[in-house]
């Protein structure tokens, strides 16, 4: 593979002879897969290489390569003004990604020791996603929250279960809630609580005191949900597309939002193998619900996907239907999902509260379908509701009933 990436062959034997000589090609061959250009391919090597002559310098051997070693190296290198790393130092990460997948590194023994703080933060995550289930997302923004709790607790300091008070709970998360609006209020109290009941799992503390983290007054039915006119969910999907490969993409995923009403980890999860073509049909991979359930494909949402198949989506093996628009080529997360929405509302002129994005046409959906005349399972079928008490919220959105049943005021003139 170096053969088709350099042309002169001094710098072909010069790579083949370092110390990551023997993996030289198959990395390149890697990068390529992943979708890197010809001219990153060459930068990416030559980094490799004289990452490989610091290692070996250092005393190392390959099987000790890790993140603390391309840190150390980095640290030592000069830096662009705009804070970028230099060239010596840019695909590195790649590189520690070919080599654990390839089994050429193992971690160093008498390395150091993970800080006990970390290590209860580690086994927290371990069991929110293998015990609780929990997405990657929701893991990430608990684990946010309860660091910033231990860490005004106790500091770096290994922490002492058996003085963790009940009043020192309530107070980071009163503080913690009052600084965030609306249904984020109850953040704080959720994640905290969550840590609480894992310790009482792990015997660190008393059962009961994950009580002491309250929840802030929450009232479900007090404001009507966000969503968009149909003029305006129009529009979102017009002044999106450009004919770029970008655009085209982001509007295939705008049509599965806006017409199917699709959570952003459900956009996230499609796969190729979830579409029927032939009967027009979406299976959706089990997510929040834990569970498949089937949808219609529209006209305009099969066209959309199928503009993007064949002429804005990058050659890659990989099955999931919307990927990264720059190398390597891997399937979207959903904060780019999020970020895509809030891009399209801004060119399409459309101002939504903050923190609004792909959610609102979700409700958008369930409120045409409700004043259509779809009952609550209908809806709640389409949305993948576990329970119907969860689309009760959209009962306020048929706007025309309620008016028709609403009584007159009888209190004369204020």
């Given at each position: 593979?170096?053969?088709?990436?350099?042309?002169?062959p001094g710098v072909i034997a010069r790579l083949r002879q370092s110390l990551l000589g023997p993996y030289m090609d198959?990395?390149?061959?890697?990068?390529?897969?992943?979708?890197?250009?010809?001219?990153?391919?060459?930068?990416?090597?030559?980094?490799?290489?004289?990452?490989?002559?610091?290692?070996?310098?250092?005393?190392?051997?390959?099987?000790?390569?890790?993140?603390?070693?391309?840190?150390?190296?980095?640290?030592g290198l000069p830096k662009y003004r705009n804070g970028n790393l230099p060239k010596a130092a840019q695909g590195l990460?790649?590189?520690?990604?070919?080599?654990?997948?390839?089994?050429?590194?193992?971690?160093?023994?008498?390395?150091?020791?993970?800080?006990?703080?970390?290590?209860?933060?580690?086994?927290?995550?371990?069991?929110?996603?293998?015990?609780?289930?929990?997405?990657?997302?929701?893991?990430?923004?608990?684990?946010?929250?309860?660091?910033?709790?231990?860490?005004?607790?106790?500091?770096?300091?290994?922490?002492?279960?058996?003085?963790?008070?009940?009043?020192?709970?309530?107070?980071?998360?009163?503080?913690?809630?009052?600084?965030?609006?609306?249904?984020?209020?109850?953040?704080?109290?959720?994640?905290?609580?969550?840590?609480?009941?894992?310790?009482?799992?792990?015997?660190?503390?008393?059962?009961?005191?994950?009580?002491?983290?309250?929840?802030?007054?929450?009232?479900?039915?007090?404001?009507?949900?966000?969503?968009?006119?149909?003029?305006?969910?129009?529009?979102?999907?017009?002044?999106?597309?450009?004919?770029?490969?970008?655009?085209?993409?982001?509007?295939?995923?705008?049509?599965?939002?806006?017409?199917?009403?699709?959570?952003?980890?459900?956009?996230?999860?499609?796969?190729?193998?979830?579409?029927?073509?032939?009967?027009?049909?979406?299976?959706?991979?089990?997510?929040?619900?834990?569970?498949?359930?089937?949808?219609?494909?529209?006209?305009?949402?099969?066209?959309?996907?199928?503009?993007?198949?064949?002429?804005?989506?990058?050659?890659?093996?990989?099955?999931?239907?919307?990927?990264?628009?720059?190398?390597?080529?891997?399937?979207?997360?959903?904060?780019?999902?999020?970020?895509?929405?809030?891009?399209?509302?801004?060119?399409?002129?459309?101002?939504?509260?903050?923190?609004?994005?792909?959610?609102?046409?979700?409700?958008?959906?369930?409120?045409?379908?409700?004043?259509?005349?779809?009952?609550?399972?209908?809806?709640?079928?389409?949305?993948g509701h576990q329970s119907i008490q969860t689309t009760g919220i959209y009962a306020k959105l048929e706007l025309e009933?309620?008016?028709?049943?609403?009584?007159?005021?009888?209190?004369?003139?204020?």
């Amino acid at each position: 593979m170096l053969a088709h990436t350099f042309v002169r062959p001094g710098v072909i034997a010069r790579l083949r002879q370092s110390l990551l000589g023997p993996y030289m090609d198959a990395f390149a061959a890697a990068l390529h897969q992943e979708g890197y250009a010809p001219y990153n391919i060459q930068r990416f090597l030559c980094a490799a290489e004289k990452y490989a002559q610091w290692v070996h310098t250092q005393g190392y051997t390959l099987s000790e390569i890790d993140a603390d070693l391309v840190r150390r190296y980095s640290a030592g290198l000069p830096k662009y003004r705009n804070g970028n790393l230099p060239k010596a130092a840019q695909g590195l990460s790649a590189l520690l990604r070919f080599l654990h997948q390839h089994g050429v590194t193992h971690p160093r023994q008498g390395g150091r020791s993970i800080p006990p703080l970390e290590q209860w933060l580690r086994d927290y995550d371990a069991h929110l996603e293998h015990v609780a289930g929990l997405a990657l997302r929701t893991r990430r923004g608990y684990g946010s929250l309860v660091r910033r709790f231990l860490t005004t607790w106790c500091g770096a300091e290994s922490p002492d279960w058996s003085a963790l008070t009940a009043a020192e709970i309530t107070t980071f998360v009163r503080q913690e809630a009052a600084i965030r609006r609306n249904a984020g209020r109850k953040q704080p109290a959720v994640a905290v609580r969550s840590f609480l009941r894992f310790l009482v799992f792990r015997g660190a503390i008393r059962p009961g005191l994950e009580a002491a983290a309250p929840s802030p007054p929450q009232w479900k039915y007090a404001s009507l949900p966000s969503r968009l006119t149909p003029t305006d969910v129009e529009r979102v999907l017009t002044v999106s597309h450009d004919g770029s490969a970008i655009s085209v993409r982001n509007r295939a995923i705008l049509f599965c939002l806006a017409r199917l009403g699709l959570r952003a980890q459900d956009v996230v999860l499609l796969r190729f193998d979830d579409i029927d073509w032939a009967e027009g049909r979406l299976t959706l991979r089990p997510g929040k619900s834990r569970r498949a359930r089937p949808l219609p494909l529209p006209q305009d949402v099969g066209e959309a996907l199928v503009a993007y198949i064949r002429g804005g989506r990058p050659p890659s093996a990989s099955r999931h239907v919307f990927l990264r628009s720059r190398p390597p080529f891997r399937a979207l997360t959903s904060a780019a999902v999020w970020a895509i929405v809030r891009q399209a509302f801004t060119r399409a002129g459309i101002v939504v509260p903050p923190g609004v994005a792909s959610h609102i046409f979700r409700h958008t959906v369930a409120y045409q379908m409700v004043n259509r005349g779809a009952s609550f399972k209908e809806v709640a079928d389409v949305l993948g509701h576990q329970s119907i008490q969860t689309t009760g919220i959209y009962a306020k959105l048929e706007l025309e009933t309620l008016a028709a049943v609403a009584l007159p005021w009888g209190g004369g003139t204020l």
